[in-house]
Nanobody, 115 residues
Framework: QVHLVESGGGLVQPGGSLRLSCAAS????????ITWYRQAPGKQRDLVAS???????NYADSVKGRFTISRDNAKHTVYLQMNSLKPEDTAVYYC?????????WGQGTQVTVSS
């Protein structure tokens, strides 16, 4: 059975940092591209960052220079380091694993940036 479990969300003040984790089980983790998405209330789910099997990364323009995605294949985990957080970063953050047409989603973790 496949599980993707996000963790590390919470409440942080503007300018603060959080590190999200996406832990996977039940898949050949190193073969999957892992992508972080986020969805704010009333808005569509948007891509935040992705890391391919080769380690190549991609970021949304809104987070470039502030967020860093990385993967640890030995731990079956992908991280999203989020610095200089802004109120507009408030959303539920989801991770998705993709291998060809096979994809799995996690349940999400809430990030709230507020003073």
């Amino acid at each position: 059975q496949v599980h993707l479990v996000e963790s590390g969300g919470g409440l942080v003040q503007p300018g603060g940092s959080l590190r999200l984790s996406c832990a996977a089980s039940g898949i050949s983790f190193s073969a999957y591209t892992i992508t972080w998405y986020r969805q704010a209330p009333g808005k569509q789910r948007d891509l935040v960052a992705s890391v391919e099997t080769t380690g190549i990364t991609n970021y949304a323009d809104s987070v470039k220079g502030r967020f860093t995605i990385s993967r640890d294949n030995a731990k079956h985990t992908v991280y999203l380091q989020m610095n200089s957080l802004k109120p507009e970063d408030t959303a539920v953050y989801y991770c998705k694993s993709t291998w060809g047409r096979i994809l799995y989603w996690g349940q999400g973790t809430q990030v709230t940036v507020s003073s």
